[in-house]
């Protein structure tokens, strides 16, 4: 899960994690509150969406008078902010952020990952602040240095302190930056984050080293334990279809092709996207409808996949084990019933109760293209796809 920076930057305060002072406003008058209360005479207004790229793309000013906040407020708020990282389609922005101007020196790069490689944390940090940390690796590899955590002892301060070194931190500025390294890899561990970046860390003429920025992405799976986190997720900057998935627990990522899948496990999930490839066919989401789903969650899977306007045909392969292909041939029926199905729909049953199954799905009286095997249930559903767009 994902949180806008003003969250993570509120995190990082009760951390002790060195942040710039800010104020979230949700209007252009509040913005202007915000400076006023902020004080000073520079301020920035920066867009609160999930995404990378928001000052190339409009989202941030930096302002040096209210009446430029005000002007910045009314841009960013209410716009649909489009970078790479969103696609053509883009976020809506409902708030700012406005923050204390920073006097900046230089601008750095940090950030914690979990290396899989060596099941290990790894704290990156650069010189190279600003740029696309993606970037960075592809052409300047030698930029970004690294410090493995060892899981039993964390991150020591010798670590922290080495990375400092190499930054080319001097003076006061070094003990601050262990601090802060200190601070944030105990934010990672306390609240079960996958990701965190800072994309500028800032070091001020005054010695101070800030998070300018601040992303953080939360593991899903470990949400349950941090109530407080999970209460600040954002609907609107999410995709809706995987917004009503997640309401039926089912796993759902939307893709850009047109052939919907409906699939029982992770990995039969992953192989039916891939056969579908092979045959020259484009997926068009990962859905794992889990191993206790029922005619109500199909029902409610078959309404999302429907709901993209992108597809052209469902595929569903379903291996049952824990999960009967009689309860899912009867939610087939159900869903084809109710959702008003006007593509081609190809199912492909094998496992407990699969007689039954296909013998339910036949005497439905649907439109409904059986396959027995999923080489053959691809085929069947690209060729489908080709033959009802080529009419």
Same mark, same amino acid.
């Given at each position: ?147 493995? *955590? $060892? %899981?039993? #002892? ?8 080495? @990375?400092?070194? +190499?930054?080319?931190?001097? !003076? ?25 970046? *800072? $994309? %500028?860390? #800032? ?8 998070? @300018?920025?601040? +992303?953080?992405?939360?593991? !899903? ?171």
């Amino acid at each position: 899960m994902n949180i806008h920076e003003y969250q993570a930057k509120e995190i990082f305060r009760k951390y002790g994690v060195a942040v710039p002072r800010g104020i979230v406003a949700k209007t252009a008058d509040e913005a202007v509150k915000a400076a006023k209360e902020l004080g000073g005479k520079v301020w920035v207004v920066k867009a609160q969406a999930h995404t990378g790229g928001r000052g190339k793309a409009g989202g941030v000013f930096v302002c040096k008078t209210e009446a430029e906040v005000k002007t910045a407020a009314e841009k960013i708020i209410g716009m649909t902010l489009v970078t790479k990282q969103t696609g053509p389609s883009g976020l809506p922005v409902h708030s700012v952020l406005v923050e204390e101007g920073s006097n900046i020196a230089r601008e750095l790069y940090l950030g914690i990952i979990l290396d899989r490689a060596t099941s290990q944390l790894v704290m990156m940090a650069s010189t190279e602040g600003g740029m696309e940390i993606e970037e960075v690796a592809e052409h300047t590899p030698e930029k970004i240095l690294k410090e493995q *955590i $060892n %899981p039993v #002892v964390g991150l020591m301060p010798f670590q922290a302190r080495n @990375l400092a070194f +190499k930054l080319g931190l001097e !003076g006061d500025q070094v003990g601050k930056a262990v601090k802060f390294m200190m601070a944030l890899y105990q934010v990672y561990v306390d609240t079960d984050v996958s990701i965190i970046e *800072i $994309n %500028p860390l #800032v070091v001020t003429k005054e010695n101070e080293v800030l998070a @300018l920025d601040a +992303k953080i992405n939360f593991d !899903g799976n470990a949400l349950f334990r941090h109530k407080d986190i999970a209460a600040m997720q954002d609907e609107s900057q999410e995709d809706a279809k995987e917004v009503e998935a997640h309401k039926y627990n089912l796993n759902y990522i939307a893709l850009d092709g047109n052939i919907a899948c409906m699939v029982n496990g992770a990995g039969l999930a992953m192989a039916t996207m891939d056969i579908i490839k092979h045959f020259g066919g484009e997926p068009a989401n990962f859905l794992d409808v889990g191993g206790g789903a029922t005619e109500e969650t199909v029902t409610a899977a078959f309404r999302i996949l429907l709901s993209d306007e992108q597809v052209k045909g469902i595929l569903v392969n379903i291996f049952g084990g824990i999960m009967k292909c009689d309860v899912i041939a009867r939610g087939i029926v159900a869903a084809a019933k109710n959702v008003e199905l006007n593509v081609p729909l190809v199912v492909r049953l094998e496992g407990t109760n699969v007689d039954a199954g296909k013998k339910i799905l036949a005497e439905s009286g649907l439109p409904i293209t059986p396959a027995d095997g999923l080489a053959d249930a691809a085929k069947k559903i690209v060729g489908a796809v080709r033959q009802q767009s080529a009419a």
